[in-house]
């Protein structure tokens, strides 16, 4: 007996699951796999920073649970600290995390692409057609860019001009750090900055004071053009502080209302094209797309016409499909912003309502989520912004009143220690959050 009910009644409904079924490229003939042979499954899409903290919370958390972890990479490239391999204090096989941990705690990692999911069946049907059955999924496959929203960026065009915004194999954050070591002399880098909501929302910044960083040690009459789809930007007082103090004027930002929005490239010509027409010609071009839920998400119906998925603030399930509990940058979280740590923290109560769930039981009822974004800007030069968050009363997430905040703003001299502190402390927090989703 492992205290679940067998006969659970999921609370799908043919409403909820006509949307799923009609995009739904299940196919009959493939073959199933049944993993676990006795106990709930909780099968988990995207080995990131929210499905692997969710796999491995479940195991440690509930070991009569058989969990497993798809995920199309054998190890993980994490996107925090990737803008450090840009300013060369990180190097890629210090931000790359292998799966053996989790398989060592009895998760059963399937190194296979989710390309579908039946949420009547309760299966899903991986790339090669294999299908897993689950009892509870969790979706946590992080972003797609929003390709057609910068008309000439296509793949090809990524190879000249990357993104750098999703980790895979890594290879996009390695070509950047290539093409900033043979930047000519006194060269251009230019960035194309989305509108929100995105990924990590100081993330952009802190890669600008990290290629910054670079280019004052190697090639210091060098140029950043930062061309931003928004008119301000998180943590915005403390990076241009910094900026100013650190690195002079090498930083020209351009904000949405002076035609700081890149509506196109050229990648042949090396060539970012504004909202107005503008052509603004640059060696090395970083170009992060708006960007929406991943094809999982999206494919699947899980996600509505934001093409972000629309969740239970107390449990995650999913709007569509209450048996698939959607946690990470995939779903909307608002007023918590799109970051590894809110996917890393959410992670453990999708989990644990998913088991209560299972149980006939309510879900954990106050739950609470924590974030606190490091950016670092140079040298033990960091800065933060952190918040907690719980329920509002009316069914939603709101920012708890008085706690977290900014890092103090004023100048170098005055804060050394705080702004040294504060990189420690990221440090920190990148070793104890890797730890969390990996060991
Ligand atoms: C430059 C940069 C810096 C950042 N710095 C920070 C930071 O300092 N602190 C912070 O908290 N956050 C930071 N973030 C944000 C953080 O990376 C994301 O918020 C976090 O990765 C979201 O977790 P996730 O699980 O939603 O997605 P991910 O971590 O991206 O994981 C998604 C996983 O799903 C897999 N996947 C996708 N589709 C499928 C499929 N069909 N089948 C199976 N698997 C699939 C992917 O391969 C991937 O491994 C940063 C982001 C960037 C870009």
Not at 327 to 333: K, L
Not at 373 to 386: I, K, N, Q, W
Not at 390 to 395: A, F, M, N, P, S
Not at 423 to 430: F, I, L, P, Q, T
């Amino acid at each position: 007996m492992n205290g679940f009910s067998n006969g659970f009644s999921p609370k799908l409904t043919r409403r909820h699951f006509g949307a799923l079924l009609a995009g739904s490229a299940f196919t009959l003939a493939a073959p199933a796999i049944l993993r676990a042979d006795s106990g709930p499954r909780l099968v988990v899409i995207g080995g990131g920073f929210g499905g692997a903290s969710a796999a491995r919370f479940a195991r440690i958390s509930y070991p009569d649970v058989n969990v497993t972890l798809i995920e199309p990479y054998d190890s993980f490239v994490t996107c925090p600290y990737g803008n450090l391999i840009l300013g060369g204090k990180r190097a890629l096989p210090q931000i790359t995390h292998s799966y053996d941990g989790l398989r060592a705690r009895g998760v059963d990692v399937v190194q296979n692409r989710a390309r579908d999911i039946d949420p009547v069946a309760k299966r899903v049907t991986l790339a090669d057609d294999t299908r897993i059955a689950y009892d509870k999924l969790i979706v946590s496959p992080g972003i797609a860019l929003r390709r057609d929203a910068i008309e000439g960026y296509d793949e090809a065009a990524s190879e000249i001009f990357p993104h750098a915004w999703m980790g895979g194999d890594g290879s996009q954050i390695s070509i950047l750090r290539r093409q900033l070591e043979a930047l000519p002399e006194g060269g251009v880098v230019g960035l194309a900055i989305p509108p929100n909501p995105f990924r990590c929302p100081p993330g952009p910044y802190e890669r600008i004071s990290m290629i910054a960083h670079h280019l004052k040690q190697h090639n210091p009459r060098a140029k950043i053009l930062a061309f931003d789809a928004k008119d301000g930007f998180s943590k915005q007082g403390l990076f241009q502080d910094g900026w100013a103090e650190l690195y002079g004027d090498m930083i020209e930002w351009i904000p949405a209302s002076q035609d700081g929005t890149i509506t196109a490239v050229d990648p042949q010509e090396r060539v970012f094209i504004s909202e107005f027409g503008e052509r603004h010609k640059v060696d090395v071009g970083n170009v992060i797309p708006p960007q929406y839920a991943a094809a999982i998400a999206r494919d699947t119906g899980l996600a509505d016409d934001s093409g972000w998925v629309p969740v239970d603030p107390l449990t995650f399930a999913a709007e569509a499909a209450p048996d698939i509990h959607v946690i990470g940058d995939a779903n909307i979280g608002s007023p918590m912003p799109k970051s590894g740590y809110v996917a890393n923290s959410t992670s453990k109560q999708a989990v644990a309502a998913a088991i209560a769930d299972l149980r006939g039981e309510a879900a954990p009822a106050d739950p609470v989520y924590f974030n606190t974004c490091y950016s670092h800007l140079g040298d033990d030069y960091a800065v933060s912004v952190a918040a907690i968050f719980r329920k509002d009363g009316e069914g939603g997430i709101m920012a708890t009143p008085d706690s977290g905040g900014l890092s103090p703003r004023g100048p170098l001299s005055e804060l050394a220690y705080n702004r040294r502190r504060e990189a420690e402390y990221a440090d920190a927090w990148y070793d104890s959050i890797t730890t969390d989703m990996f060991s």
